[in-house]
């Protein structure tokens, strides 16, 4: 049964690499232009083990906490993602376990990872959160907000975000989505775009996505915690 469960990570795996490489030479782009960030939030170690042997290096985690119990001794040489809201409360233990932080979205967790990076002396590379949708359950900033927000964050803070991430409407078509996040990063100077997971990666590749967040189709559907 371990062997069928390992064999079944790894093909996932070697899966989805091959559909990025498709997708990117379709549209004229080097696949190693993207990068796969491997979504391994709530996966039971046994589950991610076997893809970290294949060769993945990048991963994401949607809690802190969860994050520094899974890979804290396990993470050298990899690079590890914060692709789940950012508590304030969070952000002195974020800024020393993450190498990246996707949901930049507000002055209040923008002056704290000032204030965090200049006090460790460690400087994650940010992406400011954009909710595309308008959605109120959702974290990011809204679009019309967006261009405000990016340079608060670089006037007031010093920050200097890379990129952008969105989460597009669960029942929308992705593609508007990712293209107004394409036309904001394109407008603000940020060349890096996180966009794009199990359902959608070869439209966001499409669309200009730098990097793309893939769980399920690795990994396979969660259990339900409890059960």
């Keep these: 049964m371990v062997q069928k469960v390992v064999m079944a990570e790894v093909s996932g795996y070697r899966d989805v690499v091959a559909r990025i490489a498709r997708a990117a ?88 990872l000032a204030e965090e990076i200049q006090k460790q002396g460690r400087s994650p590379r940010l992406f400011v959160q954009v909710n595309t949708g308008e959605e109120p359950q959702k974290a990011g900033v809204l679009p019309a907000e967006a261009d405000a927000f990016i340079e608060l964050c670089r006037r007031r803070y010093g920050l200097e975000p890379q990129g952008l991430m969105c989460i597009p409407p669960a029942d929308e078509p992705p593609g508007p989505h990712f293209a107004l996040l394409a036309k904001i990063a394109e407008r603000n100077g940020l060349e890096k775009l996180s966009m794009g997971m199990s359902d959608d990666f070869e439209t966001a590749i499409r669309l200009g996505a730098t990097s793309v967040r893939v769980g399920s189709a690795i990994f396979g559907a969660r259990q339900p915690r409890g059960g």
């Design 25 to 112: 030479q379709a549209c004229g782009r080097a696949p190693a232009t993207i990068t796969l960030v491997a979504v391994s939030k709530q996966q039971p170690w046994e589950a991610i083990e076997p893809v970290l042997a294949a060769g993945q290096t990048v991963f994401g985690e949607n809690r802190v906490q969860e994050a520094v119990a899974r890979w804290e001794g396990k993470s050298r040489g990899l690079t590890l993602h914060l692709i789940g809201p950012l508590q304030t409360n969070k952000a002195r233990e974020a800024v020393g376990f993450f190498d990246v932080i996707e949901t930049l979205d507000r002055e209040k967790l923008a002056r704290l």
